[in-house]
């Protein structure tokens, strides 16, 4: 029990240095593509090469190879969406150079290497491959329209790294080509977000895809909102039993998203989340070349 108290203050605490330090780390604007914020990808692992989540009358279909290894999951995934969308907003290019060797673009991500069979490298690895051989089907459907885009995340992957020697350069680059039309998306309407956050929120998808969602949707708030809790349950975790369960998981990382975006008017209420026009974590403002 210390030791849980411990924690959550050690947790408190580096999530308020983020304001703190946020004057001084000005250049800590990371981004988000906006399809993947309205419909998640899965938490974890499962079954079968197709997910689909729901939001409103937004759908998303993700489908992966069998031989990829299945569809991809967990944060591993939600952390190398948002580094491609931040290079591409930065760079203004499709062509994404990723670091020199496999440590160094490792520690962009803020993941310790660490070898084995279950260790950082080849999980990263197995989650690179599952995203992006995936598709992605995005369906808008109302009373008068349907409107569907199949894209892919990345046109063409080139990986040279050994994962046996994480800290060794190779004669090639390693280097990610994006779909024109992901590419077009990312640079219309990117979603901004704070780095540090993402660092902190790292361990838990829920919560990471939570902060994502909370700074889009205030960004254009503009009366106060109730979502029944089915609804989220939809777009957030679809693989609960019940929705109770995912209720209660949703409301234990809320807190977590909370502690670090104290500006967000949001409150768990019996029918749904209470939405109230906030600041968002971070202005939408593009980095110019």
């Not at 290894?69 to 290079?87: A, D, F, H, Q």
């Not at 290019?93 to 990723?98: A, F, W």
């Not at 957030?236 to 809320?254: D, P, V």
Request: hydrophobic letters at 35%; charged letters at 25%.
């Amino acid at each position: 029990m210390p030791q849980k108290k411990q924690t959550d203050i050690e947790f408190v605490e580096q999530a308020l240095a983020i304001e703190v330090e946020e004057a001084k780390k000005a250049g800590l604007i990371g981004y988000l593509s906006r399809a993947l914020v309205q419909a998640t990808l899965p938490h974890s692992k499962r079954d079968g090469v197709e997910f689909t989540r729901r939001n409103g009358l937004y759908t998303l279909t993700i489908m992966t190879p069998s031989h990829a290894g299945g569809l991809p999951y967990g944060s591993i995934p939600r952390l190398l969406n948002y580094w491609i969308t931040t290079e591409a907003v930065k760079t203004k290019s499709p062509y994404l150079t990723l670091g020199p060797t496999l440590s160094s673009f490792m520690a962009e991500l803020d993941i310790m290497p660490t070898g084995g069979r279950w260790g950082s490298i080849v999980r990263l690895k197995d989650q690179m491959t599952r995203l992006f051989s995936s598709s992605i089907s995005c369906i808008y459907e109302d009373q008068r329209q349907t409107r569907i885009r199949n894209v892919t995340v990345v046109e063409e992957a080139n990986l040279w790294w050994s994962p046996k020697s994480p800290d060794q350069a190779t004669l090639w680059k390693s280097t990610l080509e994006l779909n024109k039309r992901f590419f077009d998306e990312l640079i219309q309407a990117p979603v901004p977000i704070h780095i540090d956050a993402l660092k902190l929120l790292k361990k838990s998808p829920m919560a990471l895809d939570i902060y994502s969602w909370l700074t889009y949707r205030m960004s254009y708030l503009r009366d106060n909102t109730c979502i029944p809790w089915k609804a989220l349950e939809m777009q957030f975790g679809s693989e609960y039993t019940e929705t109770r369960y995912f209720k209660r998981a949703f409301c234990r990382e809320l807190k977590k998203v909370l502690v670090i975006y104290r500006d967000a008017k949001v409150r768990p209420v019996d029918n749904g989340l209470l939405l109230k026009p906030s600041n968002t974590h971070i202005p939408r403002i593009i980095p110019s070349k």
